[in-house]
């Protein structure tokens, strides 16, 4: 049913439960799990700062690199991980369509009213303008304040 799962990650402890939903899908459908890390240039990223962009970067390829363990831990045969740059929303959907991604697994954060107004949501944009379906996994109650 599914031959290509996207797990996007920011590293937080809030997509840990999407990542273990994407790794069990992973390992249930025999497919291959990709796992995405947006650096956000879109939210004044100072590049004239030395090392801003960079650093941001190797904290991704750290996030990656947890997915990544934990895939393979399971058992996940075939693992993709990039790291790339732009607003999280469409660097998420724009890999959806170049690498033909059957399914996205995404975590919430959870926020609510003002908080979620001003910041918007990535997964609630995902959702709205993905044509790959999206499955979204929600912060277990009481563990994130």
Known sequence: MYEQILVPTDGSEET???VDHA???AVTYDATLH???VVNTNVGVDSAVIGTLEALEESGENAIEA???RAQDAGVG????SVARGAP???ILDYVDE?????VVMGTHGRSGLDRYLLGSVTEKVVRL????VMTVGTPTGSVE
């Open 35 to 37: 796992t995405l890390y």
């Open 89 to 91: 929303h469409q660097a």
């Open 130 to 133: 993905s044509d790959a379906p």
């Open 67 to 69: 997915v990544i363990d």
């Open 16 to 18: 840990q439960d999407a």
């Open 99 to 103: 690498n033909d991604i059957d399914l």
């Open 23 to 25: 790794v069990d899908l």
């Open 78 to 81: 075939t693992i993709e991980g």
